[in-house]
């Protein structure tokens, strides 16, 4: 059993940044996949970046060069560092981890959930 708890999110400008850091426990972080997606009011949770045990790195094509994502195994946390956020970023991220499932692009592909972080881009 695997929890995640995201942080980080809060209000801020278009065009700045932010850094969310998703903590999970367990002492088998370094062997999952770990990714992030979002979901804006009204609208399906969609993909936003993975990065595997391997330490491959998978982004959406829309935000790849704005978002990087990151992780820490020592520390058992995975990082979204966000920037030149736009109105269209405002939305719940969420952390998820992956045991062995194929797919870091879909929400199928993930075994546990964090309960997520609102962030806002105000413009």
């Known amino acids: 059993q695997v929890q995640l708890v995201e942080s980080g999110g809060g209000l801020v400008q278009a065009g700045g940044s932010l850094r969310l850091s998703c903590a999970a426990s367990?002492?088998?972080?370094?062997?999952?996949?770990m990714g992030w997606f979002r979901q804006a009011p009204g609208k399906e949770r969609e993909f936003v970046a993975a990065?595997?045990?391997?330490?491959?790195?998978t982004y959406a094509d829309s935000l790849r060069g704005r978002f990087t994502i990151s992780r820490d195994n020592a520390k058992n946390t995975v990082y979204l560092q966000m920037n030149s956020l736009k109105s269209e970023d405002t939305a719940v991220y969420y952390c998820?981890?992956?045991?062995?499932?194929?797919?870091?692009?879909?929400?199928?592909?993930?075994?546990?959930w964090g309960q997520g972080t609102q962030v806002t881009v105000s413009s």
């Open positions: 367990g002492r088998t972080f370094s062997t999952y996949d």
């Open positions: 998820a981890a992956s045991y062995g499932r194929t797919g870091v692009t879909v929400r199928d592909g993930y075994d546990y």
């Open positions: 990065i595997t045990s391997s330490v491959r790195r």
